[in-house]
């Protein structure tokens, strides 16, 4: 599984003219679900979420968690994060899960979120061509990747 993790003052999803998504001084999260994925790697993840120490503290140290501040978390499902680029030009996309998988991962990711304490946990809409409007912060972007972690 991977994840795309920006910290934002606001973000919203938006399709076909219509806000379906949207959160406030939180975290940003597209989120990648590999055909290896299982609901292991969404409870890592959303964990690692959740307790990632990417705010600034009262001496302007990243030292708080989205949990800290009471954040907003806006999770937007993106199988092009699994791209293979390693040959030619144009992306493959044979290593993202098929849809339902994909989809049933992100939502239990999701769960897994509010489980550890994110009381505003929302997302876009699975599959949908999405808009994303956002205002970030920092700018902080974190890359994380669970098959990285998993490595010996």
Same mark, same amino acid.
């Given at each position: 599984m991977k994840a795309?993790?920006?910290?934002?003052?606001?973000? =919203?999803?938006?399709?076909d003219g219509k806000t379906v998504g949207d959160g406030k001084n939180g975290l940003l999260v597209l989120?990648?679900?590999? &055909?290896? &994925?299982?609901?292991?790697?969404? =409870?890592l993840m959303a964990a690692k979420v959740s307790n990632l120490r990417i705010f600034? &503290?009262?001496?302007d140290k990243m030292n708080l968690s989205v949990l800290d501040v009471k954040g907003s978390v806006l999770t937007v499902s993106n199988f092009t994060l699994c791209a293979d680029t390693k040959k030619g030009n144009r992306p493959s996309f044979i290593g993202a899960m098929e849809p339902k998988g994909a989809d049933r991962l992100y939502m239990h990711f999701v769960e897994c979120l509010k489980q550890n304490g994110v009381n505003d946990a929302k997302t876009g809409e699975f599959g949908a061509d999405m808009t994303i409007n956002a205002t970030l912060t920092g700018p902080v972007t974190i890359l994380l990747d669970t098959d990285i972690w998993r490595k010996k």
């Open positions: 795309v993790i920006q910290r934002m003052d606001f973000a =919203e999803v938006v399709v989120l990648g679900v590999a &055909d290896s &994925d299982t609901e292991a790697e969404a =409870e600034c &503290d009262e001496n």
